[in-house]
């Protein structure tokens, strides 16, 4: 293909181009967009050089799957001979757990609460009953179950459910106290009803309550033994259809479990007593206990417990029967934690548990209940945790589990995702993390261990990233779709713990998690690790397999937004500090003692959120802190939360902004470079000319500054601004012998006390606010959510700290639901919302090898910054050339002049070169900085200073992308030609934007307020995919949605779980090989002989037929209107699937026939009640005419 300078064809295009964007479609605005500057963009630019590979063709969105511990359990059922667990939950999911790998996620579409779940077992199939009078029967013989018949109860409430072994009849007790039964495999129901008034003595004046236990006698089952909530039992002899026995205790009744020979079962009641009851004296129970109560002063009665909520009663062959339950406690023991109690011949052991107990189950080693149970571990779900206790050791140890159920053990703040990252990484972060694993599990094998999964053909390396409110940040390996976590890292460690006292006194920020974890950056090539904490600091994570034990170095950096009504003085000298520990190489950190000084009384300023630990820290393998920078309070003010993140190893800087400027941190020689109101990176070129500003005096630098750089103590400069008067030639740079202490800065002190501004009085007057507002307008004030703020205030209440709410609120997490999508203001926060929000934050961070100005001829380091106002500057940076000055030389940074504008706050930045390869940034390749290897330390820092991906050089120019939460741009540099436009939304806005990898192209993925999910080309920005897939229900969503390359996504779906979703059609594609099978073929066990004088005394010698006595034939059809039947969605995808074939004209059939016959039903049934209402008609006339038959006319 010909090759030729497309910038110069660029730069020589005029306004005077035909329109038109060279014959490609699509674009959104087109070719033709006007320049912000005021020239017309290229409209008639060659396309020929870059050819686009993909097309609407690769991208279809489906989710893959849900990883986390199913949010607000409720019902919990074991199969086993599959062994596999199911859990319902309160929002109508169902997961599916077996062996790692094997993760289910099924969804009731009315979204009613599951009550009950019931396995067919070995079967490959489930039931479920649920709070909207349901059940379902679930098909889990396919790798996504689907719903296969469902029966809706109509005029009855469902209260409990039982489905015998072996059995294909199931029971259904309900409120009223009645007990139906359905067939399982047409899910009709039996015409045979156990009605209450029947069960109970006639003599019985109440109602004995609903149904609230059925099971059938291990030792015969043709009896049916039913428990109501009032304290009735009552064993139901199926065949003759009355009550054997009927057992009354004066306590209700929250449970009953059989003795496996069926002699003998227990109840448990409200409370805190176990009773058990023998079937030959069923008047009164043959051993009452009450196993946590106390024996009274007066020595004969036992104080009552809270309710036993569940028994479990199984028998060992070797040993004593255990009894199992939960609750029972003593009420005097107020501050007890939810307890399981194993009693085991005259051991009791309590377990405490850290949430309340939902439900637990007990694995026994037989499925069927007339053998002894073996019973080798108990499965208990709490609100939010899962255990399995081993019940085969005397400890009873607990199972270490396998599965990611503890992500939410803190509340996510944020989350970050990886795809095709460096395959080493994997098995490094394991081996750090494999180090903190906890002693004192179980030996045995994970009892949960059915289904089979393989790896599929997915195999490049995926990680994700949690950030949580307690500073913890988890890496997990999510490689082909499973979940498992490797290395946990407490941010929290770096700083000293706050003492219970000194609550008020402090200078914090928030009130609860301080040190929650607000953005995260991460360079998986170099291994540096950047967080963002919501109490205003920026941590620098450098990786170690060493042990080290060192000082934290520290910085602190004044950010203010500049105060119109302050005159700020003059630079001037700040004399040396008299303590010689500041100028100690150790960059020891002053800010504790700093800390303790402030008091409610006294202004705040000059002091950070929190306090750093001055002691040396011992460090152990994995990320170790580098580098800790703290924003500082300033004249009273907080420092107002960051907004925006960036870290480049290779240059060595961190970048940081807020709502009142940008910070640049040189990580390496541990010195602040800039530290700048957004408004002075402007200066001149300022495009909305906010002026006039307030009368000050020039604050240019001297060029001999950083001469006065071998001073013992270098100077601080209260903020390093560059000259307005020539901004792009002016430069920004700190002397490199700056201390890390926390020194007094220049404030301002001689201003006056009328006005410094207190703690209640807003940071600017009004006018000024109200001529940011004015700018902000268009962005902010249209109907509907027009803003992140605006959907921030409408769902909250509070107004937020800049315009890009997606980063910037205070995350206060409670212990309550609701507490878990809240953004919580700081107590500190004394700025006026309208105020606030006319500030312009730094929304957008990247560092590039880019063309800094329009006439650069050679790439150079760059930062490229975006604001909430759609303004995008580019900072120069003049780096030392070798590595031996790089430790000491200065970094200097400078703004370029080059100003470019978008609509809505910035979101991305992204470089292609000049073939549409998508250019990384440069970075330093990974060394231990603590290695024992002297050539290691020795060795020189080695740089990738372009993509790997393209072999070829950068070209003469390349492609810059940015997208903001209303358009994406595509400009040309260094012509700085805007060539395509795509304006995203006019009425919404993005949440979420990232330029990423698929199919080795490269394309823009949005996600948007609206739901929407979004993708278009590059560097032509066509519409790829556009589908409205996800309403953003609550602020989770909007604060964890990420994407990733290879067309993957993931969002926090409920404070517990994260779903993983797919927007590659070749993954959708691949998706069934990937996932787990629920079901594979076992041989049920076979029943154990029973001796010949057991069978022959042991129990009734007679075969029960259900069959004969629930079928149709002779128990009837049941109401129509008790019970509708509805068939399952899975059907009709069944219907789908085989949509040309044989199969799929026979499910056809079957259905057409399953319909014809439920309106032959209600025909017959019509029938029916029209002869009904003729024969009574015709005995009425009947009656009639014998009345008057022998009357005559005048007798009437």
Not at 3 to 29: E, H, I, M
Not at 50 to 64: A, M, P, V
Not at 986 to 1010: G, H, K
Not at 1061 to 1069: F, G, N
Request: overall charge neutral.
């Amino acid at each position: 293909m010909k090759k030729f300078n497309f910038r110069k064809v660029l730069d020589g295009l005029t306004a005077s181009s035909p329109g038109g964007s060279g014959g490609g479609g699509g674009s959104g605005a087109g070719g033709g967009s006007v320049h912000p500057g005021g020239t017309a963009g290229a409209a008639g630019t060659p396309r020929d050089e870059i050819q686009e590979t993909l097309t609407s063709d690769y991208f279809q969105i489906c989710k893959t799957v849900r990883h986390g511990f199913p949010y607000l359990p409720t019902a919990l059922a074991f199969d086993p001979v599959q062994k596999i667990l199911a859990i319902g939950t309160r929002t109508g999911a169902i997961r599916i757990l077996g062996r790692p790998g094997v993760d289910c996620y099924c969804q009731h579409e009315s979204g009613a609460a599951v009550l009950q779940l019931q396995f067919l077992i070995n079967e490959g199939a489930l039931v479920s009953a649920s709070a909207d009078d349901a059940l379902h029967l679930w098909n889990l013989r396919q790798k996504r179950p689907a719903i296969l018949h469902s029966l809706k109860f109509n005029r009855e409430r469902i209260t409990y459910c039982h489905l015998p072994f072996q059995s294909k009849w199931l029971y259904v007790g309900t409120e009223r106290g009645n007990t139906h039964i359905v067939n399982i495999e047409s899910f009709i129901l039996s015409g045979y009803v156990i009605m209450w008034n029947k069960a109970i003595e006639l003599s019985t004046k109440t109602h004995p309550g609903p149904v609230v236990h059925l099971s059938d006698s291990p030792r015969d089952e043709g009896k049916l033994l039913i428990g109501y909530e009032n304290g009735t039992v009552v064993l139901w002899d199926l065949r003759s259809k009355r009550a054997d026995l009927r057992a009354y205790y004066d306590e209700a009744i929250h449970s009953v479990a059989w003795h496996h020979e069926g002699k003998q079962f227990m109840c448990s009641h409200s409370d805190g007593s176990l009773t058990l009851w023998n079937l030959k004296s069923p008047n009164r129970p043959f051993q009452t206990t009450i196993p946590h109560g106390k024996i009274q002063r007066d020595g004969k009665k036992t104080e009552s417990c809270k309710p036993i909520l569940k028994v479990e009663y199984k028998t060992c062959k070797s040993s004593e029967p255990f009894v199992i339950f939960s609750g029972g406690l003593s009420y005097d023991k107020a501050c007890r934690r939810p307890s399981l109690t194993i009693m085991h011949g005259k051991a009791i052991t309590v377990l405490e548990m850290d949430h309340p107990i939902v439900d637990f189950l007990t694995l026994c080693e037989t499925p069927y209940p007339n053998e002894f149970q073996e019973p080798y571990a108990v499965v208990v779900l709490l609100e939010k945790d899962l255990i399995v206790v081993d019940l085969t050791q005397s400890n009873f140890p607990i199972f270490e589990n396998p599965y990611p159920i503890d992500i939410h053990e803190s509340p996510v703040t944020c989350t970050e995702y990886f795809a095709d990252c460096p395959p080493d990484l994997i098995p490094v972060l394991y081996s750090v993390g494999a180090k903190h694993k906890k002693q004192g599990y179980s030996n045995k094998e994970w009892p949960i261990s059915g289904g089979a999964w393989n790896l599929g053909a997915q195999t490049y390396p995926e990680i994700i990233v949690t950030g949580h409110a307690d500073g913890s940040v988890k890496f997990w390996d999510a490689s082909a779709i499973t979940l498992q976590m490797l290395y946990k890292l407490k941010t929290s460690k770096v700083f000293e713990k706050q003492k219970p006292g000194e609550g008020k006194a402090t200078a914090e920020i928030v009130e609860e998690d301080p040190f929650a974890v607000q953005m995260m950056y991460w360079c998986p090539e170099s291994r540096i690790f950047c967080v963002a904490g919501v109490s205003a600091y920026v941590l620098v994570y450098r990786f170690s397999k060493h042990e080290v034990n060192t000082e934290i170095a520290s910085l602190e950096v004044r950010l203010q937004y500049e105060v119109e009504d302050i005159i700020t003085p003059e630079p001037e000298i700040i004399p040396p500090f008299p303590d010689a520990s500041s100028q100690l190489p150790s960059l020891k950190s002053l800010s504790g003692s700093t800390n303790t000084v402030a008091c409610e009384g006294t202004m705040k300023d000059s002091i950070p959120c929190l306090s750093v630990k001055s002691r040396p820290v011992r460090m152990p393998p994995g990320y170790q802190v580098d580098l800790v920078i703290q924003l500082v309070w300033v004249d009273g003010e907080p420092p107002q939360q960051i907004t925006s993140l960036a870290v480049n190893s290779a240059y060595g800087l961190v970048a940081f902004g807020n709502c009142n400027g940008l910070a640049v941190v040189d990580f390496i020689q541990k010195t602040v470079l800039l530290s700048m109101g957004t408004l002075d990176l402007y200066g001149s070129s300022d495009p909305y000319q906010r002026q006039p500003r307030s009368p000050r005096k020039s604050k240019q630098f001297a060029a001999g500054l950083t001469e006065l750089s071998d001073s013992p103590v270098s100077l601080e400069l209260e903020r390093c601004k560059s000259p307005t008067s020539d901004h792009v030639n002016g430069h920004c740079t700190s002397p490199t012998s700056q201390s890390c202490s926390s020194g007094k800065r220049l404030s301002s002190a001689d201003v006056s006390k009328a006005n410094r501004r207190g703690p209640g009085r807003p940071p600017f007057r009004k006018a000024q606010s109200a001529a940011c507002m004015e700018i902000s307008l268009p962005v902010t004030t249209e109907v509907g959510y027009i803003s992140r703020r605006a959907m921030l205030q409408q769902l909250h209440g509070i107004s937020t700290f800049s315009h890009d709410e997606r980063h910037c609120t205070a995350h206060t997490w409670m212990n309550k639901e609701n507490r878990e999508n809240s953004f919580s203001r700081s107590r500190s926060s004394s700025v006026s919302s309208i105020d606030r929000d006319s500030k312009e934050s730094i929304t957008a961070l990247y560092f590039m090898e880019s063309f800094a100005r329009k006439h650069d001829s050679a790439v150079s380091p760059c930062l490229w910054v975006g604001t909430g106002l759609g303004m995008v500057l580019i900072l120069s940076l003049n780096l030392p050339a070798s590595d031996d000055s790089r430790q000491s030389e200065p970094v200097m940074v400078s703004p370029s002049g080059t100003v470019l504008t978008l609509k809505g706050a910035v979101l991305t930045f992204a470089c292609l070169d000049c073939v549409g390869t998508l250019t990384h940034p440069p970075y330093e390749v990974w060394r231990d900085p603590h290695s024992a290897d002297d050539a290691e330390k020795t060795r020189k820092r080695k740089l990738v200073m372009h993509s790997p991906s393209s072999s070829q050089d950068m070209g003469d120019h390349q492609f810059a992308v940015i997208c903001s939460e209303k358009q994406a741009k595509v400009f040309s540099l260094p012509s700085q030609t805007c060539l395509y436009v795509h304006n995203i939304t006019e009425t919404s806005f993005l949440l979420r934007a990232d330029v990423v990898t698929l199919c080795n192209s490269v394309c823009l993925a949005c996600f948007c307020a609206n739901g929407h999910i979004m993708t278009l080309s590059l560097p032509s920005l066509r519409p790829l995919l556009d589908v409205n897939y996800l309403p953003v229900t609550d602020m989770r969503i909007a604060r964890t949605f990420c994407f990733t390359n290879e067309g993957q996504a993931l969002y926090l779906s409920s404070p517990t779980e994260i779903q993983r979703l797919t927007y590659s059609q070749e993954m959708c594609d691949n998706l069934q090989d990937m996932l787990g099978d629920l079901f594979t073929p076992v041989e049920t066990p076979e029943a154990q002989n029973r001796g010949f004088l057991k069978g022959l005394f042991g129990g009734s010698g007679q075969a029960f037929d259900r069959e004969e006595l629930f079928g149709e034939a002779t128990a009837g059809k049941a109401s129509r209107s008790l019970a509708q039947h509805i068939p399952g969605s899975g059907g009709i995808e069944g219907v789908r699937g085989a949509a040309g074939g044989v199969i799929g004209d026979l499910t056809r059939a079957r259905i057409a026939l399953d319909e014809r016959g439920q309106k032959l039903g209600e025909l017959d049934e019509r029938t029916a009640s029209m002869m009904a209402s003729a024969e009574a008609f015709s005995k009425h006339a009947h009656e009639v005419m014998l009345k008057y038959k022998d009357k005559k006319w005048y007798q009437f």
